[in-house]
């Protein structure tokens, strides 16, 4: 599986991004699908994923409300919609692919259940 990830920038406090990720290889329906990110000096930490089953969605804390993850099996895509940003947003964002997921389960949110990644897009957001 291959992975592409687009549509980083750099935006104002408050502003908005959509991200996309797109997969080629694999049977794109049989992969849970998350987004990461990684800040300077900091390790990376799990934002939001979508598990194989339609609405198997989930998300860290502190992007509830402002970011939504969506999929398109027949596109192959994933795309993480990103409202209200804030400084502490910034960081290069990761998509990632999951062979192992469950159907009936949410997806995980631990890096090392990740196997496929994409090549990270970077977000700045200026204060």
């Known amino acids: 599986v291959q992975l592409q990830a687009s549509g980083g920038g750099l935006v104002q406090t408050g502003g908005s991004l959509t991200l996309s990720c797109a997969a080629s290889?694999?049977?794109?329906?049989?992969?849970?699908m998350g987004w990461f990110r990684q800040a300077p000096e900091k390790e990376r930490e799990f934002v939001a994923a979508?598990?194989?089953?339609?609405?198997?969605?989930v998300y860290t804390d502190s992007v509830k409300g402002r970011f939504t993850i969506s999929r398109d099996n027949a596109k192959k895509t994933v795309s993480l919609r990103m409202i209200s940003l804030k400084p502490e947003d910034t960081a290069v964002y990761y998509c990632?692919?999951?062979?192992?997921?469950?159907?009936?389960?949410?997806?995980?949110?631990?890096?090392?259940?990740?196997?496929?990644w994409g090549q990270g897009t970077q977000v700045t957001v200026s204060s």
């Open positions: 290889g694999g049977t794109f329906s049989r992969l849970a």
């Open positions: 990632a692919a999951d062979s192992s997921a469950i159907l009936s389960a949410d997806p995980s949110r631990r890096v090392s259940a990740y196997e496929y």
């Open positions: 979508y598990g194989r089953g339609v609405g198997r969605t």
